[in-house]
């Protein structure tokens, strides 16, 4: 791409962005027009919280829900998503933070659909996180942020993967809980304590929720 091709724009995080100018930014149904004819608004569900607190289960539970209800439903899921979309990044919080970037449009894409967008990432920043949050505000879809929670004891105690043990044993480096931060929602919209409550009482609370705010 030359000069004359391309200018620059400074991204949410302050970074330049290289912008093609023989590209343009096709409008045609709108967002309204679209729920309106599909009956049902676009809206993510952002799940958050540590390996094992139970975020792909609850959502997996939660799409079912929905899809039982003749919603639109669809889950991004993070490991899922690590077998293609982002296949390319590690675990480095560099990484980590495109990764949620990444997953933060595809999920804005997949709502202004006129669905109810379900994403399972750890997501430990608080930072990335409320990049995702400002990508949806800036194309006025709703972003639920469900922080599900599970003390460490208890996420290490049912280690569905083995994960905990080999990041304890050094295997794994940068494991979220162990070697590498994770930063909890300070005002999540949901907060669901997965060592209180069974997987149907929180996708109870969520439906709940959702249908209170007209969401679905």
């Known amino acids: 791409m ?3 091709d391309s200018h620059t724009l ?23 027009q679209r729920e309106l ?3 049902q608004k676009g809206v993510t569900v952002w799940f958050t919280g540590l390996s094992g607190s139970g975020k ?20 991004l ?7 293609g979309l982002n296949k390319d990044l590690g675990f480095s919080p560099k990484d980590r933070e495109e990764n949620i970037r990444r997953v933060g449009e595809v999920a804005k894409l997949v709502a202004s659909s006129a669905t109810t967008t379900l994403t399972a990432f750890i997501s430990p920043y608080l ?14 879809i709703p972003f639920i942020e469900v922080y599900v929670d599970a ?5 290490e105690k049912r280690d569905p993967k083995g994960l905990y043990k080999k990041a304890r044993a050094g295997i794994i ?32 609370q969520i439906v709940e929720y959702l249908t209170k705010n007209n969401l679905i």
Do not use: M, W
């Not at 949410?12 to 343009?24: A, D, F, H, L, R």
């Not at 929905?66 to 669809?74: S, T």
């Not at 003390?151 to 996420?155: G, H, M, R, S, T």
């Open 2 to 4: 030359s000069a004359s």
């Open 10 to 32: 400074t991204g949410p995080n302050g970074e330049t962005q290289v912008v093609s100018q023989n590209i343009v930014f096709h409008e045609g149904v709108t967002q309204q």
């Open 37 to 39: 004819l599909v009956g």
């Open 56 to 75: 792909s289960t609850l959502a997996c539970a939660l799409e079912l829900e929905l899809l039982e209800k003749g919603k639109r439903a669809f889950r």
């Open 77 to 83: 899921d993070g490991d899922n998503v690590r077998f």
């Open 127 to 140: 930072a990335d996180r409320q990049l995702a949050r400002t990508i949806h505000e800036e194309s006025k």
């Open 151 to 155: 003390p460490l004891e208890e996420v």
């Open 173 to 204: 480096k940068e494991f979220t809980g162990i070697s590498a931060p994770y930063e909890a929602p300070s005002a999540p919209e949901l907060h669901i304590k997965t060592a209180e409550t069974d997987i149907q009482g929180g996708v109870k």
